[in-house]
């Protein structure tokens, strides 16, 4: 069982940045970004497959947002930059032993406990 844990999350300013950082125990190969607000549902943010090479982003965070990852540290990146009001959420960090890079929660078998990020305007 792999486990994750995440951290970089904080309170910042409408148009400030952050790093959000993931680190699994074990390996894992497509590795994803989601979030949740407070009432809302679980939604996707991004995913990167185990070689970098297929990555997608949610329409609403492309262009400001980029995931990368560092396989010989078994973990992933998620660089947030012109952060807005509307990013603020539980993000949670998520891995599977497939390669296909989904972008339904359900696909996912490891999770982290999730890191709050807070946008005030």
């Known amino acids: 069982q792999v486990q994750l844990i995440e951290s970089g999350g904080g309170l910042v300013q409408a148009g400030d940045s952050l790093r959000l950082s993931c680190a699994a125990s074990?390996?894992?190969?497509?590795m994803a970004w989601f979030r949740q607000a407070p009432g809302k549902e679980r939604e996707f943010v991004a995913v990167?497959?185990?070689?970098?090479?297929?990555?997608y982003y949610a329409d609403s965070v492309k262009g400001r947002f980029t995931i990368s990852r560092d396989n010989a540290k078994n973990a992933v990146f998620l660089q947030m930059n012109s952060l807005k009001p509307e990013d603020t959420a539980v993000y949670y960090c998520?891995?599977?032993?497939?390669?296909?890079?989904?972008?339904?929660?359900?696909?996912?078998?490891?999770w982290g406990q999730g890191t709050q990020v807070t946008v005030s305007s």
């Open positions: 990167i497959s185990w070689g970098g090479n297929s990555i």
């Open positions: 074990g390996r894992t190969y497509a």
């Open positions: 998520a891995g599977r032993d497939s390669n296909k890079p989904d972008t339904s929660s359900n696909a996912y078998s490891y």
